[in-house]
C-alpha cells in the first residue's frame, strides 16, 4: 500500500515537473515573436522620425521664406521712397 502511495506522489510530482518545464519553454517561444514585432516598431519610430524632420523643416523653411519676403518688400519701399525724394527737387529756402 504504501508503495502504491508513494508511486502515485512521485508520479504527481514527475507530471507537475513536466508541466512546469513546458510552461518554462512558452516564453522563450514568445521571444521568437519579440524581434518582429521590436523590429516593426522600429520601423514605425523611424517613419515617424523621418515625417517630423520633414514637417520640421518645412516649418523653418517656411519662416525663413516669409521672413526674407518681408524683408525684401521693405527694401522695396525703401529704394522707392529714396527714389521718389531724388526726383522732387529739395524746397529752396
Known amino acids: ?3 502504491k502511495a508513494l508511486l502515485v506522489i512521485v508520479m504527481i510530482f514527475l507530471l507537475l ?3 512546469q518545464k513546458g510552461e518554462a519553454n512558452k ?3 514568445l521571444l521568437e515573436y519579440r524581434p518582429t514585432t521590436y523590429l516593426k516598431l522600429q520601423g514605425i519610430r523611424d517613419s515617424l522620425a523621418k515625417e517630423y524632420r520633414n514637417l520640421r523643416d518645412e516649418v523653418v523653411n517656411g519662416y525663413i521664406l516669409y521672413k ?3 524683408s525684401y518688400e521693405a527694401l522695396k519701399l525703401k529704394r522707392e521712397k529714396l527714389k521718389s525724394g531724388k526726383h522732387e527737387k529739395p524746397p529752396n529756402p
Do not use: A, K
Open 27 to 29: 516564453p522563450s517561444e
Open 1 to 3: 500500500m504504501r508503495g
Open 17 to 19: 515537473f513536466l508541466n
Open 68 to 70: 526674407l519676403q518681408m
